[in-house]
């Protein structure tokens, strides 16, 4: 069966530190891996894509790294702010002909104090 | 651009009314799904199409219907709402198979 794991399940962090979350995946075919992040009451945005061939992406103070061979993926935020409370999802594309199904993680419930 | 358009943001049913959630975007995008989004779990796919006049199932199509007519619009109606269809509803679009998907802000749906 397709899965995505997500940890932590949620987390707490001071504003300026940095943290790490974790996705680990069995889904086959495997396309591509990407993470979101979803406001509360708002609908999750893109923060990375990634393909097999790629190990790691930013964007801006966002990092994700995969590990193919392992199926492990993680996003690594740093110099957290108060606006990077949110939650990280986790979601890997699985190629079947015309459409990539996106199989998707329950999220890293992340909050970011001052 | 606004992106992807969802209406209602909020509704509230009576068991065994039907209504139709909306979903526009104004991206040329060819692939548009709807998915619902239940606490503690991770988003689950209900319908998709990968182009206007082509649908197919998701993992949980169970007291849905779509159609696409357009290229713009993807409308999802309950036929017969039920308590267990409570839930968050989003509408996303892509470009492409393996590009970025776009989601709208959601509809937050009670059925009582």
């Known amino acids: 069966k397709n899965q995505v794991e997500q940890s932590p399940q949620s987390l707490i962090i001071l504003e300026g530190k940095n943290c790490t979350l974790q996705?680990?995946?069995?889904?086959?075919?495997?396309?591509?891996l990407r993470w979101y992040k979803q406001d509360t009451g708002r609908g999750p945005v893109s923060l990375t894509i990634m393909t097999f061939s790629e190990n790691t992406k930013s964007n801006g103070r966002y990092t994700a790294t995969l590990d193919a061979d392992t199926k492990q993926s993680s996003l690594h935020i740093t110099a957290s702010q108060l606006s990077d409370s949110a939650s990280y999802i986790c979601v890997v594309g699985s190629g079947r002909g015309g459409y990539n199904k996106l199989i998707f993680g329950a999220g890293t419930r992340l909050a970011v104090h001052p | 651009n606004a992106g992807v358009t969802q209406t209602p943001k909020f509704q509230v049913l009576k068991t065994g009314q039907s209504m139709t959630l909306q979903c526009a975007q104004d991206m040329n995008h060819e692939y548009m799904s709807w998915y619902r989004q239940d606490p503690g779990m991770g988003l689950r796919l209900i319908h998709y199409?990968?182009?206007?006049?082509?649908?197919d199932q998701g993992e949980v199509p169970n007291g849905y219907n779509v159609s696409r007519s357009t290229t713009e619009d993807f409308p999802l109606r309950l036929l017969s709402a039920a308590p267990s269809q409570t839930s968050v509803y989003f509408c996303?679009?892509?470009?492409?198979?393996?590009?970025?998907?776009?989601f709208g802000q959601g509809t937050r749906l009670t059925v009582v």
């Open positions: 996705c680990n995946y069995t889904v086959s075919p495997f396309s591509n």
């Open positions: 199409s990968v182009g206007a006049g082509i649908t």
């Open positions: 996303a679009s892509s470009l492409l198979r393996d590009t970025e998907a776009f």
